[in-house]
């Protein structure tokens, strides 16, 4: 089974804070994203990485950079935490190509105050 | 007009009934077609993956695909409670990495 593991499933930070949410699949998977979803909003995409050392903006990637040095992980960094970037952060992988089924970690439940 | 279209529900169904769960979508070269259940406060989990026309039985779940009048469905026979969730369509244009998910359908299964 695809297993796709999140570092906290609970967080909470301070506005302005330097943010750090980790991700990693142990399926040799080439794809990597993250996604943020709030009530009414669905499903956004922040970011993706098809390949170490790649990435591409998704939908809303203001405020927040990513890090890809190993195939296995993928980084989500807030640069400056602010409350309007609480959200339940969920990291998703899936295999090389295109049209891939995605395999969700667990979430992480971000709050900032 | 919204890529992936899905009725927000509530849809509630009783214990034992077929639950049909709709989506439609707006792009004519999607390819893809996956459909994910989530329980509340927890992550999607995939359930089903469809690339052509026609019905795609797994267990107590079935995927339909109709790509010339753009809709995917999910049918699930003898619903149960455990099946209480949101179901998300998530649909993806062929040569794209990234799907493009509905905002789900909330089904409530009432003993």
């Known amino acids: 089974d695809v297993k796709v593991t999140q570092s906290s499933r609970y967080l909470v930070k301070r506005t302005g804070e330097k943010v750090f949410l980790e991700c990693v699949q142990d399926?040799?998977?080439?794809?990597m994203f993250w996604y943020r979803q709030d009530p009414g909003l669905g499903l956004r995409l922040i970011y993706f990485?098809?390949?170490?050392?790649?990435?591409e903006k998704g939908d809303i990637p203001e405020g927040y950079s990513v890090s890809r040095e190993k195939k296995e992980r993928f980084s989500l960094i807030l640069e400056s935490a602010s409350t309007n970037q609480t959200s339940m952060y969920l990291c998703?992988?899936?295999?090389?190509?295109?049209?891939?089924?995605?395999?969700f970690g667990p979430g992480t439940r971000l709050t900032v105050t | 007009q919204k890529e992936v279209e899905q009725n927000s529900g509530p849809l509630s169904v009783p214990e034992g009934a077929i639950a049909s769960l709709n989506c439609t979508y707006s792009d004519r070269v999607s390819q893809s077609f996956f459909w994910y259940r989530q329980y509340s406060g927890k992550s999607p989990e995939l359930i089903m993956s469809i690339y052509s026309n026609g019905d795609k039985e797994d267990g107590r779940f079935t995927a339909q695909l109709n790509k010339a009048s753009q809709y995917v469905s999910l049918l699930i026979r003898d619903s149960q409670p455990s099946d209480s969730a949101t179901y998300l369509c998530a649909v993806n244009k062929g040569g794209s990495y990234i799907p493009t998910f509905g905002r789900g359908t909330s089904l409530i299964v009432h003993p």
């Open positions: 998703a992988s899936s295999l090389a190509g295109v049209s891939r089924e995605q395999y």
């Open positions: 399926m040799d998977h080439e794809n």
């Open positions: 990485s098809y390949d170490v050392k790649m990435k």
